[in-house]
């Protein structure tokens, strides 16, 4: 099991051409850290990072935020059908697991906002021990998203060995099946 005598590491991972030539503000980053912030009640730290679409430099920082010992890895950007569009490759390239459900209800709910939800091909998976899961690049699409997937978040970890994560029930009913 990941200590928790430690903070909870939580990786947030931009990857966006723009965002990382300082073109544009990481405004998606900062909506995933403001998601935590709001629910989650354990002592955590981010790991933050902003990197330009390239899938090796992807790979790499996937692995050492896991090797930084994240127990969960959330991406935004890079997951659509354009040609620097490689996030969800970068990602089943390291995981051990996939776990298409997240992709799956990501989309489902997206498709109430946007018909182009259907263009994302954001996954999630298992990568030793620590969970990653690929949010769009929208700013709008990172709530949306998070609020549909993260009830199952502190049981998957639970399942991986990872930290035990206390949530603010006011902001999100986390569901953890009786073992
Ligand atoms: N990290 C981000 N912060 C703020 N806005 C973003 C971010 N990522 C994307 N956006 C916004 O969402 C729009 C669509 O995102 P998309 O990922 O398709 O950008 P892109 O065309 O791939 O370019 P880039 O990789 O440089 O972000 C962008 O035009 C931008 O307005
Ligand atoms: N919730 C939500 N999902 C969304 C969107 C959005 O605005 N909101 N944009 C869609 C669009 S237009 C694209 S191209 C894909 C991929 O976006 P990305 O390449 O920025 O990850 O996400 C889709 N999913």
Redesign the pocket.
Known sequence: MIKTMEKIKIGML?C????AANI??????KEIMSFFEEVLQNPWKPIYRVIP?EKEHIVSTLKSMAEEQCALIVT???T?P?P??VTPEATEEVCDKLLPGFGELMRQVSLQYVPTAILSRQTAGIYKQSLIVNLP???SAIRQCLDAVFPAIPYCLDLIGGPYLVCDEMKVKVFRPKR
């Open positions: 931009t966006s051409d723009r965002a544009y503000e990481d405004i998606s980053g679409d935004t950007g890079g659509g354009a620097r569009d690049g929208k700013p």
